[in-house]
C-alpha cells in the first residue's frame, strides 16, 4: 500500500460524472487506501465489500465524531453538526443510539410506511400530469426533487408553504466538495433551521396531529423520551435523509435506465423486476459516494492494515458494491442481479432506517415514469449531464424528452 494519500479530485468535472474508474483504480491498489476527501481531510478508505461489511459491524469504528483526532474535521464542523447531529442515531454509538433508534423505531414504523403508498402515488402521478402534456422537462426539478420533499414534509407535518424554506436550508448545509462551503452560509441556514423547528415542535406539541413528529413527540420507552435537542436532531436528520438521498437514488437510477437501453426495454416489458431494478441502482451507482464515515476508538487492524486511534476512516460503499469479489461483472448495470446485498443503506445498527421508504419511493416515481412516459430519452448526450459533487451523488439535472399526452395514470 503506497504511503502517499490520493486526493479526490473533486474539482475535476470528468471525476464528479463518473468517479468509478478511479475507485476501481483505488480498490485495486489495496483493501485500505490512505485518501484526501471532501475539505482537504485526510480519510482511510476502506474500498472492498468484505472488509466494508465487517467495518460497517466493528464497535471500534465510531459513529460519534468526537472520536477524532484530526484537528482539522473539529474546526470544519459547521454549526449544524456540532449542535444537531451530536445528538442524533447518525453520530452517536450504544448505549445513546440503541435507546434513540428503538425510540424512533416506535413511531417510524413498516405499517405508517406501508401506508404511504396510495398518497405516494397520489403525488407522483401529479408531478406527471404537469409534465406530460409538454414532452419534455427537467426531472429532477420537476419530478425527482419535489416527490420525496412533498412526502417526508407531509410525513413530519411540515406545511405546504415552509417546504421551499427547509429545502434550501438544507442544500446550502450539505454542499460538499473540494473545498468546504462557507461557515458563515452554512450556519446562517442552520439557525434558521433550528429556529423553524423548534416553533414547528412546539406546535405539534399544543395541537399533535396524526404524522411522524406528533408521534416522535409522545414517543417513550421506559418513561424516557426523546429531548428537546434529540428530537431537533431527528427532525432535521429525517428531512435530509428523507428526501436528499431520494432525490438521488429516482435521478440516477432514470440517468442508469436511459442509458441502458437494453435494461431500458427489459424493465419496460418486465415490471414485475422494479425491485430488483431498484437494489441495483443502489448497487450501480448509489445516493452516498464514496461511503460511510467512521472514527477509529483505538488502533484497529482492517485487512492487515493498521489504521491508528483517531483516524478518518471511510467504508467507501461506492467503491466496495462494485468488489468484484463479491459481484460477479460488477461495472455492468443489471436489473436481474440476485444476491445483491449492497452497502448502500450501510450495515449493522445504524441501517438506514429509511430504507424501506426510499425503496417505496423510488419502485413508484420510476415505475410510474416508465409507464406514463413512453419513448423517454435524454434531451442531452449522457457527457452533458450535470452531477452533485462529493459525499451525496447524483444528477444535479435531468433533462429528458418523451412523447408528449403520455397514457393516463
Same mark, same amino acid.
Given at each position: 500500500?503506497?504511503?502517499?494519500?490520493?486526493?479526490?479530485?473533486?474539482?475535476?468535472?470528468?471525476?464528479?460524472?463518473?468517479?468509478?474508474?478511479?475507485?476501481?483504480?483505488?480498490?485495486?491498489?489495496?483493501?485500505?487506501?490512505?485518501?484526501?476527501?471532501?475539505?482537504?481531510?485526510?480519510?482511510?478508505?476502506?474500498?472492498?465489500?468484505?472488509?466494508?461489511?465487517?467495518?460497517?459491524?466493528?464497535?471500534?469504528?465510531?459513529?460519534?465524531?468526537?472520536?477524532?483526532?484530526?484537528?482539522?474535521?473539529?474546526?470544519?464542523?459547521?454549526?449544524?453538526?456540532?449542535?444537531?447531529?451530536?445528538?442524533?442515531?447518525?453520530?452517536?454509538?450504544?448505549?445513546?443510539?440503541?435507546?434513540?433508534?428503538?425510540?424512533?423505531?416506535?413511531?417510524?414504523?413498516?405499517?405508517?410506511?406501508?401506508?404511504?403508498?396510495?398518497?405516494?402515488?397520489?403525488?407522483?402521478?401529479?408531478?406527471?400530469?404537469?409534465?406530460?402534456?409538454?414532452?419534455?422537462?427537467?426531472?429532477?426539478?420537476?419530478?425527482?426533487?419535489?416527490?420525496?420533499?412533498?412526502?417526508?414534509?407531509?410525513?413530519?407535518?411540515?406545511?405546504?408553504?415552509?417546504?421551499?424554506?427547509?429545502?434550501?436550508?438544507?442544500?446550502?448545509?450539505?454542499?460538499?466538495?473540494?473545498?468546504?462551503?462557507?461557515?458563515?452560509?452554512?450556519?446562517?441556514?442552520?439557525?434558521?433551521?433550528?429556529?423553524?423547528?423548534?416553533?414547528?415542535?412546539?406546535?405539534?406539541?399544543?395541537?399533535?396531529?396524526?404524522?411522524?413528529?406528533?408521534?416522535?413527540?409522545?414517543?417513550?420507552?421506559?418513561?424516557?423520551?426523546?429531548?428537546?435537542?434529540?428530537?431537533?436532531?431527528?427532525?432535521?436528520?429525517?428531512?435530509?435523509?428523507?428526501?436528499?438521498?431520494?432525490?438521488?437514488?429516482?435521478?440516477?437510477?432514470?440517468?442508469?435506465?436511459?442509458?441502458?437501453?437494453?435494461?431500458?426495454?427489459?424493465?419496460?416489458?418486465?415490471?414485475?423486476?422494479?425491485?430488483?431494478?431498484?437494489?441495483?441502482?443502489?448497487?450501480?451507482? $448509489?445516493?452516498?459516494?464514496?461511503?460511510? @464515515?467512521?472514527? !477509529? #476508538?483505538?488502533?484497529?487492524? =482492517? *485487512?492487515?492494515? %493498521?489504521?491508528? &486511534?483517531?483516524?478518518?476512516?471511510?467504508?467507501?460503499?461506492?467503491?466496495?458494491?462494485?468488489?468484484?469479489?463479491?459481484?460477479?461483472?460488477?461495472?455492468?448495470?443489471?436489473?436481474?442481479?440476485?444476491?445483491?446485498?449492497?452497502?448502500?443503506?450501510?450495515? $449493522?445498527?445504524?441501517?438506514?432506517?429509511? @430504507?424501506?421508504? !426510499? #425503496?417505496?419511493?423510488?419502485? =413508484? *416515481?420510476?415505475? %410510474?415514469?416508465? &409507464?406514463?412516459?413512453?419513448?423517454?430519452?435524454?434531451?442531452?448526450?449522457?457527457?452533458?449531464?450535470?452531477?452533485?459533487?462529493?459525499?451525496?451523488?447524483?444528477?444535479?439535472?435531468?433533462?429528458?424528452?418523451?412523447?408528449?399526452?403520455?397514457?393516463?395514470?
Amino acid at each position: 500500500m503506497s504511503e502517499r494519500p490520493v486526493p479526490l479530485p473533486y474539482a475535476d468535472p470528468g471525476f464528479v460524472a463518473d468517479p468509478f474508474p478511479l475507485y476501481r483504480r483505488l480498490r485495486e491498489d489495496g483493501p485500505v487506501r490512505r485518501a484526501v476527501i471532501a475539505g482537504g481531510l485526510d480519510a482511510w478508505l476502506v474500498t472492498r465489500y468484505e472488509d466494508g461489511l465487517a467495518a460497517l459491524s466493528d464497535p471500534r469504528l465510531s459513529s460519534d465524531v468526537r472520536d477524532a483526532t484530526d484537528p482539522r474535521l473539529a474546526g470544519q464542523l459547521p454549526a449544524f453538526e456540532r449542535e444537531s447531529l451530536m445528538s442524533s442515531m447518525l453520530r452517536s454509538d450504544p448505549p445513546d443510539h440503541t435507546r434513540l433508534r428503538r425510540l424512533v423505531s416506535k413511531a417510524f414504523t413498516a405499517r405508517r410506511v406501508a401506508m404511504l403508498r396510495p398518497r405516494i402515488q397520489e403525488i407522483t402521478d401529479r408531478l406527471l400530469d404537469a409534465v406530460v402534456p409538454a414532452g419534455r422537462a427537467e426531472l429532477v426539478a420537476d419530478f425527482a426533487l419535489p416527490l420525496p420533499v412533498t412526502v417526508i414534509s407531509e410525513l413530519l407535518g411540515v406545511p405546504v408553504d415552509d417546504r421551499h424554506d427547509f429545502q434550501r436550508w438544507t442544500d446550502a448545509m450539505l454542499v460538499r466538495g473540494e473545498r468546504m462551503p462557507d461557515p458563515a452560509v452554512v450556519n446562517e441556514a442552520w439557525q434558521r433551521m433550528r429556529a423553524y423547528l423548534t416553533a414547528h415542535l412546539g406546535a405539534k406539541r399544543a395541537r399533535p396531529g396524526d404524522d411522524l413528529l406528533s408521534a416522535l413527540i409522545s414517543a417513550h420507552d421506559e418513561e424516557q423520551r426523546l429531548s428537546h435537542d434529540e428530537l431537533i436532531a431527528m427532525t432535521f436528520l429525517l428531512l435530509v435523509a428523507g428526501y436528499i438521498t431520494t432525490v438521488n437514488l429516482i435521478g440516477s437510477g432514470i440517468t442508469a435506465l436511459l442509458t441502458h437501453p437494453d435494461q431500458l426495454a427489459l424493465l419496460r416489458d418486465r415490471p414485475d423486476l422494479l425491485p430488483d431494478a431498484i437494489e441495483e441502482f443502489l448497487r450501480y451507482d $448509489g445516493p452516498v459516494s464514496p461511503g460511510i @464515515a467512521r472514527f !477509529a #476508538r483505538e488502533d484497529v487492524e =482492517i *485487512a492487515g492494515v %493498521t489504521v491508528p &486511534r483517531g483516524a478518518t476512516v471511510l467504508i467507501a460503499s461506492a467503491i466496495a458494491d462494485r468488489d468484484p469479489a463479491r459481484f460477479p461483472d460488477p461495472d455492468r448495470l443489471d436489473i436481474t442481479r440476485r444476491d445483491n446485498g449492497h452497502l448502500a443503506f450501510g450495515h $449493522g445498527i445504524h441501517y438506514c432506517l429509511g @430504507a424501506p421508504l !426510499a #425503496r417505496l419511493e423510488g419502485q =413508484i *416515481a420510476i415505475g %410510474t415514469a416508465l &409507464r406514463r412516459l413512453p419513448d423517454m430519452a435524454l434531451a442531452v448526450p449522457p457527457a452533458e449531464l450535470t452531477w452533485r459533487p462529493g459525499g451525496l451523488r447524483g444528477p444535479a439535472r435531468l433533462p429528458v424528452t418523451f412523447a408528449a399526452g403520455g397514457p393516463a395514470a
